[in-house]
T-cell receptor, first 111, second 115 residues
Framework: SQQGEEDPQALSIQEGENATMNCSYK?????LQWYRQNSGRGLVHLIL?????REKHSGRLRVTLDTSKKSSSLLITASRAADTASYFC???????????FGKGTRLSVIA | GAGVSQSPSNKVTEKGKDVELRCDPI?????LYWYRQSLGQGLEFLIY????????KSGLPSDRFSAERTGGSVSTLTIQRTQQEDSAVYLC?????????????FGAGTRLSVL
């Protein structure tokens, strides 16, 4: 069964706006990762946040992690049309086992 | 170097036929994963290879599904007697498993259509 659940399922915004996607999970984790998938392509790793970290930045990406609430958020600032993709969170229970992916958030950035 | 390579990119088959999907992981990556993604859905774990250890087959949906990884490199996912519900994109990923950071690198997938 899938552990990560993203919210919302779909999000449509104007270019330049910020996009926030949320992920909830059920069990304890070693780390949580976010991936992007462009239509018809494989997934690309964006950012990893460890269970003892609360916030992490990478370029226009900001990820937060609240282990007490078992939730994470991905913020994309100043969105661009090229950010249009599906975004998945993936939880890693132990660091060397299969990741557990959510169903993803489909982000559409309108120019 | 080259990324994860999967072939074929598309496969159309008739119900009841067997299919083989191939994955070439990134050289040196010890871990290899197969996932299935149905239309508009997340990724469903199928099977995991790590070095010379016995594979984790816990995600395989039925005994019609099997996978091999020869020489710790190339992997083949075989689906026997395909059914229409097997239609999906099959994604392969590999990971170097450095510092217990299981960052996975994905191929573009094989889109399987069972008619």
């Amino acid at each position: 069964s899938q552990q990560g659940e993203e919210d919302p399922q779909a999000l449509s915004i104007q270019e330049g706006e910020n996009a926030t996607m949320n992920c909830s999970y059920k069990t304890s984790i070693n780390n949580l990762q976010w991936y992007r998938q462009n239509s018809g392509r494989g997934l690309v790793h964006l950012i990893l946040i460890r269970s003892n970290e609360r916030e992490k930045h990478s370029g226009r990406l900001r990820v937060t992690l609240d282990t007490s609430k078992k939730s994470s958020s991905l913020l994309i600032t100043a969105s661009r049309a090229a950010d249009t993709a599906s975004y998945f969170c993936a939880t890693d229970p132990s660091g060397n086992t299969p990741l557990v992916f959510g169903k993803g958030t489909r982000l559409s950035v309108i120019a | 170097g080259a990324g994860v390579s999967q072939s074929p990119s598309n496969k159309v088959t008739e119900k009841g036929k067997d299919v083989e999907l191939r994955c070439d992981p990134i050289s040196g990556h010890t871990a290899l994963y197969w996932y299935r993604q149905s239309l508009g859905q997340g990724l469903e774990f199928l099977i995991y290879f790590q070095g010379n250890s016995a594979p984790d087959k816990s995600g395989l949906p039925s005994d019609r599904f099997s996978a091999e990884r020869t020489g710790g490199s190339v992997s083949t996912l075989t689906i026997q007697r395909t059914q229409q519900e097997d239609s999906a994109v099959y994604l392969c990923a590999s990971s170097p498993l450095l510092s217990a950071k299981n960052i996975q690198y994905f191929g573009a997938g094989t889109r399987l259509s069972v008619l």
